[in-house]
């Protein structure tokens, strides 16, 4: 069993930044590839980012150049950093593990975080 708590969210302008974590606790973390999701209201959960326990990464397109993904096995934390945030950004975003994933699948991953919110005001 995993436990993932994701922190970080909050309120902030377009063309600003956020950092997002995601605390991780439980089985042995660097063995999991862990991602980003977000769900915008009414809307399908949507693939963010992708990391590999060998530190690959991948990205939707519409975040890539802007957000950046990264893990400390050390600390059992994945992040997600964001910037040049737009108001298409607004969403719940989740923290996700797997041990064999198809990246941008979502029903791929075993577990998952509650989420954050991240609210970008135009």
């Known amino acids: 069993q995993v436990q993932l708590v994701e922190s970080g969210g909050g309120l902030v302008q377009a063309g600003g930044s956020l950092r997002l974590s995601c605390a991780a606790s439980?089985?042995?973390?660097?063995?999991?590839?862990m991602a980003w999701f977000r769900q915008a209201p009414g809307k399908e959960r949507e693939f963010v980012a992708y990391i590999r326990w060998s530190g690959s990464t991948s990205y939707a397109d519409s975040v890539k150049g802007r957000f950046t993904i990264s893990r400390d096995n050390a600390k059992n934390t994945v992040s997600l950093q964001m910037n040049s945030l737009k108001s298409e950004d607004t969403a719940v975003y989740y923290c996700a593990a797997g041990l064999t994933v198809v990246p941008a699948t979502r029903g791929s991953y075993q577990y998952w975080g509650q989420g954050t919110q991240v609210t970008v005001s135009s």
């Open positions: 439980g089985r042995t973390f660097s063995n999991y590839a």
